[in-house]
């Protein structure tokens, strides 16, 4: 890695050492994905993934992919917001710190014949009875800001489907090797990032706006890429961004920049190009003096009363 990769007060939080776990997690996903085989959603299953926050994110990207990849239909919820009614031969639940009163409320009320497991990081907690675990406990994080159990989550769902991440690992690794300035050039301090993606990157288009906030308060919104002209690009204009993970539709790149704003864009894989969006949180917040490992009013998990 260059000699100044995360040479700021950066350097030192944990979110910088989680960061840069991740091409090596995601490597071991694979063999932790043939381990769980018999717990993760069989093709044909009508599937239910349940998750807050990241973790729904998560949880909308495998929802995309595994319908895409023809492997069954397959539903994306909020944990606080199960419809009633609906039929799934298993639910699939991601929730890293065991904890969330939501995903145990959910899990609790789920009908006591449908098969569920829960992917987490934490162990000893609630979550862990109340599924079959898939237990992911070397990727755990002491930054309130989730980054490597989530993409590593996503890692281990992605083999699952049949997916080769070597290419995705190799792109990450060379995101992590870049210089900070090639890798925020242009919307280290921009006034406003907007992130689009189509597919599952539309869901890691969501993640990447919500970990600016997190980390550095950044003013950052999401949308499906199509969706963008309808209505979202009024704010586009010079000193703002726009951000597409994986590829964009035809002449949207021109439109952005026509209003003068920056279009950022790489041809990588959504999840690598999610890494860069990592560093740029470490970038930020240093700038600020903030600590992206303890936002404001955030915490680990949400404990309601």
């Known amino acids: 890695m260059p000699p100044d990769a995360y040479r700021s007060s950066a350097a030192t939080t944990h979110l910088a050492a989680e960061v840069a776990t991740q091409p090596d997690d995601w490597a071991r996903a694979a063999t932790a994905a043939g381990t769980h085989r018999d717990l993760l959603p069989a093709p044909g299953e009508r599937v239910a993934v349940l998750g807050c926050g990241t973790s729904l994110f998560m949880a909308r990207a495998f929802a995309r992919l595994r319908e895409a990849a023809g492997h069954g239909l397959t539903d994306a ?177 021109d439109e952005i920049r026509a209003t003068g704003a920056h279009f950022e864009h790489r041809p990588l894989d959504p999840m690598a190009e999610l890494v860069r969006v990592h560093r740029l949180c470490l970038l930020r917040a240093a700038d600020q003096g903030l600590d992206p490992d303890r936002p404001r009013n955030l915490s680990r998990s949400v404990i309601l009363g």
């Open 77 to 253: 919820w909020p944990a606080s917001a199960v419809p009633a009614g609906r039929e799934y031969d298993r639910c699939l639940v991601i929730c890293r710190s065991g904890t969330t009163t939501e995903v145990l409320d959910a899990l609790s009320a789920l009908p006591a014949a449908i098969p569920r497991t829960v992917i987490s990081s934490s162990p000893g907690t609630p979550v862990l009875d109340l599924a079959d675990p898939i237990l992911l406990d070397e990727v755990d994080e002491r930054s309130v800001v989730q980054t490597r159990f989530a993409t590593t989550t996503l890692a281990l769902l992605r083999t699952h489907l049949g997916e080769d991440l070597t290419p995705v690992i190799a792109q990450a690794r060379a995101v992590l090797a870049e210089w900070d300035a090639e890798v925020s050039a242009n919307v280290r301090h921009t006034e406003q990032i907007t992130f689009v993606g189509m597919g599952f990157a539309a869901a890691l288009a969501a993640e990447a706006a919500l970990k600016l906030r997190e980390s550095c308060r950044a003013w950052t919104e999401s949308y499906l890429a199509t969706e963008y002209r309808h209505g979202p690009i009024s704010i586009a204009g010079p000193g703002r961004a726009v951000w597409a993970l994986g590829d964009p539709p035809p002449g949207l790149a």
